[in-house]
Structures are given as C-alpha cells and as structure tokens.
C-alpha cells in the first residue's frame, strides 16, 4: 500500500514539473523565504521591470491565496527550512518553482548589501535570465521526508548519547579513574556499577539519561526495519555486508529515483564523495572531496566503507580495492583508501538498484582471471 502511494506520488509530481516547464511568458517571482514572513519580487517577464515587491506571510493559507490565482509564473526560492512544502504547494498551484542551491549562488550569499528585498530581486533576475545558474535542486516527495525524518530522529539520538557518554567518561578520568569499556548500548550498565562514589550524585542522572536515550534508539531500529520493508529496493542493497537498514533505507531515500542519473557513477559527484577541482594552467592541485549533497548519507556510506575494510569484512571487490590503495601504512592513505570505497559503494548500490541484478562480491575479479585466462 505505501509503495503504491509512493510511486503515485512520484507520478504526479513527474507530471506537475512537466505541467509546469511551459514557456513563461508574463512573470518571473523571487521567493525569499522567512520563518515568519517571505519577502517577494516579481518581474516582467520581457522588460524585466518590477512588478510587485512585498512581503507575505510563510503560511500555507497565505501561500495558496497569493499563488493559487493569476497567470503561471516561474517561481525562485532557495533551499531550506521551508522550501520542501512550499515548493510543493507552489507546483500543486500550477507554476514552474526552481528551488536554488545556496552555495552555488555567490552572487546572493556573497553581496555585501545582503537584505531580504535584494535576495528576493536577485532570484527574480536569475531565473528571468538564465535559470541554469540558480543551480536548480528537486525535492524528495512529501512520503520520502516523513520516513527520512525517522532516520534522522535515530541519528541525533545516537549523537546525543555519544556527547553523554564522552562526557561521563572525561568527568571519570579527571579524577584520575577510568570506566571500563564497553559498547554503547551497554554503557549505562557497566558505568553504573562502577561510577567512583565521589561522581554519583553528578554522574547518575546523566547515566539515567543515557538508558532513555538507549530505550529510544533500540525503539527507532524497529520502526526503521518496518519502514525498510515497505521500500522492496533496500533488501536488494542489503545485499552487500555492511550495508544495513539505515543505510539502505537512507540511500534510497534520498535519491528517490534511481533513473535520476544517467550513470550510475553520477552518484559519487551527488553526495560529495569526488575531489575537488581548482585547476588553472598546469597548476593541478590536491583536493579534499567536495562534500556536497547529503551529509548524512555521505557519513553513512563511510561507516559502511569502514566495515568493508575491518576485521569482518568479507572478501570482495570493494574491499581488495580498498586494500589496494591503503597498501601503503600512512593515516593519510588509508583515509583516502575508505572515501574511495565509500564512492564506489555508492556507485555499486545504485547499479544494483537500477539492473535489479543480484549482487555478486567477487564480479570484477572473476571478470579479470576469465580475461587472464582466454588471453
């Protein structure tokens, strides 16, 4: 039932931005969104003269009232807080919406004279002009962020009883004691037990907390392999030791659609996994990788990289080319060596989702010893 509604959401949102890649021919809108006010400007198309500049509440009835009536417009407004529904608010009323990626738009982020009124005119001009340099994202579907909001829910509970825990332990060894290791999850247990006496009455509610927040997240994993099995794609990434649930379930979330890129090794680039570039002449130097798109699923395919490539990893192409660029013994090569099997993973997850082939460790090197062996 969730998949059928999925797939019916992402149909209509296909033939809304179809609907709405007519030409336009009247007016441009720039849509600087506030928490609690937006600031608009709209353009004449042609003579790129100002047609109406405000503001307007950021409510959904103020929103609809404004947009819902008048000629189809090609609406700017940049990602954030609010961007997700008002895009899709703005869609359901029948115009073009370009949604701006920030960082590529220096000329708003960067201006001196920086002001919600100027923001809203620069993004009306960009649009009018040349849209390609707004830099144009599409937003997941209202489906997708709701199951992605629970991911990130487990995550910020997981980070708040790693800062707990740090905390409890630095506390520990500033009287020159230490607690004995121990997992995460069980850490509350075994800290309680041996918490020096002089620490109680200031360590205890903070171990407490550390329970709760363990009760919660062990809460979170079971919701999460529930929502996972609503989404048939995920087991086939599951595949691949390492990849759990939450990778899976956060993978696909966020590309949504895996006909979204042409190639699979497009996928890399997405999440920021490729270096950087600033070549001028035969100045070509090292970069770190961009670290654009989602931190999250970047992170998560690190962890992943990171099994890959531990004492419990299985043998597979992923790992033996990791080993392959970590060969040698500097920190600095080993962290290069789990980003780029980080990046391939990436690239295999989203081959694996497009071919619906089944996954197969050791493909590229059995594909190498046949060609080894008919030459």
């Not at 050791?362 to 046949?370: P, Q, T």
Request: charged share 30%; hydrophobic share 40%; glycine share 6%.
């Amino acid at each position: 039932m969730v998949c059928r509604k999925r797939a019916q959401g992402l149909k209509e949102r296909r033939l809304a931005m179809k609907k709405c890649n007519r030409r336009v021919e009247r007016q441009v809108c720039g849509l600087d969104l506030g928490d609690r006010y937006s600031r608009l400007c709209v353009l004449d198309a042609e003579s790129g003269e100002i047609v109406e500049d405000g503001r307007i509440a950021t409510t959904a009835t103020a929103l609809k009232q404004r947009f819902s009536s008048g000629p189809a417009m090609r609406v700017a407004i940049e990602v954030g807080t609010h961007s997700p529904w008002v895009s899709r608010l703005l869609t359901e009323c029948g115009h073009e919406v370009l949604v701006a990626n920030p960082r590529k738009v220096r000329l708003i982020y960067k201006n001196r004279r920086k002001n919600d009124a100027i923001d809203a005119l620069y993004l009306a001009r960009l649009a009018r002009l040349e849209p390609a340099l707004l830099a144009p994202i599409q937003h997941r579907g209202e489906v997708a962020q709701r199951d992605l909001a629970l991911l990130r829910s487990r995550d910020a509970l997981v980070r708040a009883r790693t800062q707990l825990i740090n905390h409890v332990r630095g506390a520990v060894k500033s009287i020159g004691k230490r607690l004995p290791r121990s997992s995460s999850e069980a850490f509350a247990t075994k800290a309680g037990l041996t918490l020096p006496p002089e620490l109680k009455t200031a360590l205890e509610p903070v171990i407490e907390v550390i329970t709760a927040l363990t009760a919660q997240i062990r809460l979170c994993d079971k919701r999460i392999e529930k929502v996972a099995r609503t989404y048939p794609e995920t087991e086939r990434l599951r595949q691949v030791k390492g990849v759990g649930p939450i990778t899976a379930l956060a993978f696909v979330l966020t590309l949504e659609e895996p006909a979204r890129f042409a190639t699979s090794r497009a996928v890399g680039p997405y999440l920021g996994l490729i270096p950087a570039q600033r070549e001028s002449g035969d100045s070509k130097p090292e970069m770190h990788i961009t670290k654009e798109g989602d931190a999250f699923v970047r992170r998560l395919l690190v962890g992943s990289a990171q099994y890959i490539l531990g004492p419990f990893g299985e043998d597979c192409d992923l790992r033996r080319h990791g080993f392959k660029l970590g060969a040698r013994a500097s920190k600095k090569d080993k962290r290069r060596a789990v980003v780029a099997v980080a990046r391939k993973l990436g690239v295999l997850l989203h081959r694996l989702w497009a071919s619906e082939q089944p996954y197969d460790p050791l493909f590229n090197a059995k594909r190498a010893a046949r060609t080894s062996a008919a030459a």
